[in-house]
């Protein structure tokens, strides 16, 4: 029984789907190539996941949990900081696995649902995240007092629009992309920073 088989589980098939996107990009995930892989039959991954649209789910939220991870290591108590540093993690994460990032907007949130705090989905959770530090610097007046969900959404906006760029295939260098990412967070920043008083 596939079930029976050590070391078989959703995690492990979600993990051989990751490391074959990484490898070949999308074009190269089969289940059948996840099954030669573990070394069992593809049958054997139904007990796992339901399809190849389960599987990729399974993918886009262990990279959500990733990115909530980098996220959590931002320690930063200056807010305007750490919302600096988390665009950069973000467009970091972009960066370093372009056919990962892919996936993990392959599905439209289900605003219908309202899941218990501990049933987020971990996309759900690391924008979650990100709104804190909005929340903190409008709390701390860096921010003006605006509608904290449109002001999130604005700064992931710009982190996904300057990743997504970079992704495009210009070739700009290190260096010239890490202003590029600064200059957007930093304008926007300054567009709703709080006016002195």
Same mark, same amino acid.
């Given at each position: 029984?596939?079930?029976?088989?050590?070391?078989?589980?959703?995690?492990?098939?979600?993990?051989?789907?990751? $490391?074959?996107?990484?490898?070949?990009?999308?074009?190269?995930?089969?289940?059948?190539?996840?099954a030669a892989d573990l070394g069992v039959t593809a049958p054997a991954l139904y007990a796992y996941v339901d399809?190849?649209? $389960?599987?990729?789910?399974?993918?886009?939220?262990?990279?959500?949990?990733?990115?909530?991870?980098?996220?959590?290591?931002?320690?930063?108590?200056?807010?305007?900081?750490?919302?600096?540093?988390?665009?950069?993690?973000?467009?970091?994460?972009?960066?370093?696995?372009?056919?990962?990032?892919?996936?993990?907007?392959?599905?439209?949130?289900?605003?219908?649902?309202?899941?218990?705090? $501990?049933?987020?989905?971990?996309?759900?959770?690391?924008?979650?995240?990100?709104?804190?530090?909005? $929340?903190?610097?409008?709390?701390?007046?860096?921010?003006?007092?605006?509608?904290?969900?449109?002001?999130?959404?604005?700064?992931?906006?710009?982190?996904?629009?300057?990743?997504?760029?970079?992704?495009?295939?210009?070739?700009?260098?290190?260096?010239?992309?890490?202003?590029?990412?600064?200059?957007?967070?930093?304008?926007?920043?300054?567009?709703?920073?709080?006016?002195?008083?």
């Amino acid at each position: 029984m596939p079930n029976d088989r050590p070391g078989l589980n959703r995690a492990a098939v979600v993990m051989a789907a990751r $490391d074959i996107v990484v490898a070949d990009g999308l074009e190269g995930l089969s289940l059948r190539r996840i099954a030669a892989d573990l070394g069992v039959t593809a049958p054997a991954l139904y007990a796992y996941v339901d399809d190849k649209v $389960d599987l990729l789910r399974g993918v886009a939220e262990l990279e959500f949990e990733r990115l909530a991870d980098r996220f959590d290591a931002i320690d930063t108590p200056d807010p305007l900081a750490r919302i600096r540093e988390q665009a950069v993690a973000y467009v970091n994460h972009a960066l370093e696995d372009p056919a990962l990032f892919r996936v993990m907007f392959l599905f439209r949130p289900d605003w219908a649902q309202q899941p218990s705090v $501990d049933e987020l989905p971990a996309a759900t959770k690391t924008f979650a995240l990100g709104a804190s530090a909005i $929340d903190a610097a409008m709390a701390s007046g860096a921010l003006r007092s605006a509608d904290p969900l449109l002001v999130a959404i604005s700064v992931w906006a710009a982190a996904h629009g300057a990743a997504s760029v970079l992704l495009a295939g210009i070739n700009l260098g290190a260096e010239y992309e890490s202003q590029v990412v600064a200059t957007v967070i930093d304008n926007l920043l300054a567009g709703l920073a709080a006016p002195e008083r």
